[in-house]
C-alpha cells in the first residue's frame, strides 16, 4: 500500500469534514426556501379566500415575495457579517493577550489539554510546541478556549444572496399555479405543491442533524399546512367582514 497516497485520502478527508462550507449553504437554502414559502402561501390562500380575483391574488403573493427575500436576505447578512465581526475582535484580543500576557495564555492552553486527559511530560511538551507557533497558538485559543473556529469561514454577501434567492424560489412554489389555472384549482395546486416541496425540504435538513428524512419531512409538510390553515382561516374571517 502506498502509505503517501493513504496520507492524502486521510488529509482530504479531514479537509471535507472540517470545511463547514457545504453544511452551512445547504441550511441557508433551506431557511430561506422553507420560510418564503410557509410565509407566502399563508397569504395568499388568506387573499384567495377573501376574494376569487387572480390578480389581486398574484400581486398580493409577489409584494410578499419580495419583501419576504429582501428582508430575510438583509437578516442572513447582518447576523453573518455580526459574527464574522465578533469573531475578528476575538481574534485581536486573543493576540494581545498572547504578546502582552503569555505565561497566563501558556496556562490556558495546558488547562485545556489537561483536561483532554495529558499529564506530566507529554503535556508539557504539547504546551510548548503549539506556544512555540503564534499561528497555531492563536488557532487553539481561538477554536479550543472560545469555540469560534467555523465562524472565521462566514461570507455575509453570499449567506444573504442564498438566502434571498431561496426566499424568492420557495415563494413562487405555491403562487405559479395562479397565473395558469382557477382560483379553486390553484389553491388546490398550491397546496399540493408546497406540501411535497416541504417534505423535501424536511427530508433535506435530516441530513444536517440526526434523525429520520421522513418524520423531518413530515414533520415540516405539517407545519407548513397548519400555517396555509391559519391563513385560510383568517381569510375568510376578514372576507366576511368586508
Known amino acids: ?43 395568499i390562500l388568506g387573499v384567495a379566500a377573501a376574494t376569487n380575483d387572480s390578480r389581486i391574488i398574484i400581486i398580493a403573493g409577489l409584494a410578499a415575495t419580495m419583501a419576504e427575500s429582501i428582508s430575510m436576505a438583509a437578516v442572513a447578512y447582518t447576523s453573518s457579517k455580526a459574527e464574522k465581526d465578533y469573531y475578528q475582535k476575538q481574534v485581536e484580543q486573543e493576540k494581545r493577550e498572547i504578546r502582552e500576557i503569555p505565561e497566563m495564555e501558556r496556562e490556558e492552553v495546558k488547562i485545556i489539554y489537561y483536561k483532554k486527559g495529558f499529564r506530566g511530560k ?7 510546541k503549539i506556544t512555540s507557533n503564534k499561528k497555531l497558538w492563536l488557532d487553539v485559543m481561538m477554536s479550543e478556549e472560545l469555540g469560534l473556529a467555523e465562524s472565521r469561514s462566514k461570507k455575509p454577501v453570499m449567506e444573504g444572496a442564498v438566502v ?5 424560489i420557495g415563494s413562487l412554489i405555491p403562487l405559479v399555479p395562479f397565473f395558469f389555472l382557477s382560483v379553486s384549482s390553484a389553491v388546490m395546486w398550491g397546496i399540493v405543491a408546497s406540501t411535497v416541496s416541504l ?8 441530513r444536517l442533524t440526526i434523525g429520520s428524512w421522513v418524520r423531518s419531512g413530515l414533520e415540516l409538510a405539517v407545519v407548513g399546512t397548519i400555517a396555509a390553515i391559519l391563513g385560510y382561516l383568517i381569510g375568510i374571517f376578514l372576507g366576511a367582514k368586508v
Request: proline share 2%; net charge positive.
Open 122 to 128: 507529554q503535556l508539557n511538551d504539547i504546551v510548548r
Open 164 to 168: 434571498g434567492v431561496s426566499a424568492i
Open 1 to 43: 500500500m502506498n502509505i503517501v497516497k493513504v496520507k492524502k485520502d486521510v488529509k482530504d478527508h479531514m479537509e471535507k469534514e472540517r470545511n463547514p462550507q457545504t453544511g452551512s449553504l445547504l441550511r441557508q437554502v433551506i431557511l430561506g426556501g422553507q420560510d418564503g414559502l410557509v410565509n407566502v402561501l399563508g397569504l
Open 199 to 206: 417534505f423535501v425540504f424536511g427530508a433535506i435538513k435530516s
